[in-house]
C-alpha cells in the first residue's frame, strides 16, 4: 500500500533562509510525486510534481523538489524564504498505472516565515 | 478559462441530517475526485467519476455518495451525518482518468466547509 510520510508538522524560518521540507513515501510500484500548497481558508494549489522524467523538478514561486529512489524522499526546497510562503503544505503520491486517480496526502506541514 | 467552484462555502448541519454539496470542473475536464480533509490532517480520498461513472472509491461508508452530470459537473451527498463529518470537503478535476496514468494534474476546488452539531 501507498503511504506518505511529512517529517514535521511545524517548520519556522526567518526570511531571506533556506526552506527543506521533508516527505518520504512507500510504494511497490513507480510512484507519481506531488506537492501542493493551502492558503489558510481555500484549496489545494499545485506546486509541482515528478512523472518519472528528470529527477529535479522546478516548481512555481522558486520550488523545487528532488526525487532520489534510493531515499525514497522527495524533498521539497526553496533557497530564500518569502513572507508570502506562509501556508501549509502538502505532499502526495500517486501510483501509476492504478486504476484509481486517487491522491494519498501526508498530514501536512505547516510553514512559518519570520521577518 | 474558469477554475473549479464549489457551493456553498459553509454550511452548518445537525447530526442525522443530509447534505449536498455540489463542484463545478474546469472548463474542459471530464473527471472529478472528491475529498474530505478533517482538521489538521491532510486531504482522504472519497470517491472519483468520470464519465458520470465511478471510478474508485476510497474507505468511507455507502452514505457518501455522489453524482457526475453531463456538463461533468457532481455532487457529493452525505446521509445520517455524524460529529465525525465535520471537515472541508475538497473537490478536484482533471482531464482524463487521473489514475490510468497517475500523472494527470488534479485541480482543486476552494472546498465547503461543513460543520456538524
Known amino acids: 500500500a501507498q503511504s506518505v510520510t511529512q517529517l514535521g508538522s511545524h517548520v519556522s524560518v526567518s526570511e531571506g533562509a533556506l526552506v527543506l521540507l521533508r516527505c518520504n513515501y512507500s510504494s511497490s510500484v513507480p510512484p507519481y510525486l506531488f506537492w501542493y500548497v493551502q492558503y489558510p481558508n481555500q484549496g489545494l494549489q499545485l506546486l509541482l510534481k515528478?512523472?518519472?522524467?528528470?529527477?529535479l523538478v522546478k516548481g512555481i514561486n522558486g520550488f523545487e523538489a528532488e526525487f532520489k529512489k534510493s531515499e525514497t524522499s522527495f524533498h521539497l526546497t526553496k533557497p530564500s524564504a518569502h513572507m508570502s510562503d506562509a501556508a501549509e503544505y502538502f505532499c502526495?503520491?500517486?501510483?501509476?498505472?492504478?486504476?484509481?486517480?486517487?491522491?494519498?496526502f501526508g498530514k501536512g506541514t505547516k510553514l512559518s516565515v519570520k521577518p | 478559462e474558469t477554475g473549479v467552484t464549489q457551493s456553498p462555502t459553509h454550511l452548518i448541519k445537525t447530526r442525522g441530517q443530509q447534505v449536498t454539496l455540489r463542484c463545478s470542473s474546469q472548463?474542459?475536464?471530464?473527471?472529478v475526485s472528491w475529498y474530505q480533509q478533517a482538521l489538521g490532517q491532510g486531504p482522504q480520498f472519497i470517491f472519483q467519476?468520470?464519465?458520470?461513472?465511478?471510478?474508485g472509491r476510497g474507505n468511507f461508508p455507502p452514505r457518501f455518495s455522489g453524482l457526475q452530470f453531463p456538463n461533468y459537473s457532481s455532487e457529493l451527498n452525505v446521509n445520517a451525518l455524524e460529529l465525525d463529518d465535520s471537515a472541508l470537503y475538497l473537490c478536484a478535476s482533471s482531464l482524463g482518468l487521473a489514475g490510468v496514468s497517475g500523472q494527470e494534474t488534479q485541480y482543486f476546488g476552494p472546498g465547503t466547509r461543513l460543520l456538524v452539531l
Open positions: 472548463s474542459g475536464h471530464n473527471t
Open positions: 502526495a503520491v500517486s501510483e501509476y498505472g492504478g486504476s484509481q486517480g486517487n491522491l494519498i
Open positions: 467519476y468520470y464519465r458520470e461513472e465511478e471510478n
Open positions: 515528478y512523472t518519472s522524467a528528470a529527477t
